[in-house]
């Protein structure tokens, strides 16, 4: 017949005999459970301990992240703003390069215009001229 550790143990008690080498009292096995039960309480309260300060952690990173990403949206929005800024600025020269080679062929036209328009004017004058002149030497010399 085969008798467990508890079976020897209660042998053991009942006949007031000290136990065998090897085999622990029920008192030392529950002293035993007892310090490891408050070694698992301390080993939980440590690891809450520490879960709770990764989360700290966790939201100071995340914070952190969140300046980081309104910090470079900033710098994207300025970098938006000046290139936009410089287009318009580009874009406002070449308007008015173009408004003033414009202006400058205008300014040509209409002096070239007044030229022609100076140079009919001197034919007529001559032409007018010349036949007052024809008139008279006509008048005074046939």
């Known amino acids: 017949m085969r008798t467990s550790t508890l079976g020897v143990l209660f042998?053991?008690?009942?006949r007031g005999e000290m136990m065998p080498e090897g085999v622990t009292s029920m008192y030392e096995t529950v002293k035993d459970q007892g310090e490891k039960l408050d070694n698992?309480?301390?080993?939980i309260t440590l690891l809450e301990e520490t879960d709770r300060k990764h989360e700290e952690r966790l939201q100071v990173v995340e914070s952190n992240y969140t300046k980081l990403e309104n910090t470079i949206l900033k710098s994207s929005q300025a970098q938006q703003e000046f290139f936009r800024d410089t287009m318009n600025k580009q874009w406002e020269l070449i308007n008015a390069r173009d408004i003033s080679k414009d202006a400058e062929r205008q300014r040509g036209h209409e002096l070239r215009k007044t030229n022609v328009e100076k140079g009919w004017e001197f034919a007529g004058k001559l032409t007018v001229a010349g036949g007052v002149i024809y008139l008279a030497l006509d008048k005074f010399f046939l």
């Open 11 to 14: 042998i053991y008690i009942k």
């Open 40 to 43: 698992h309480e301390e080993r």
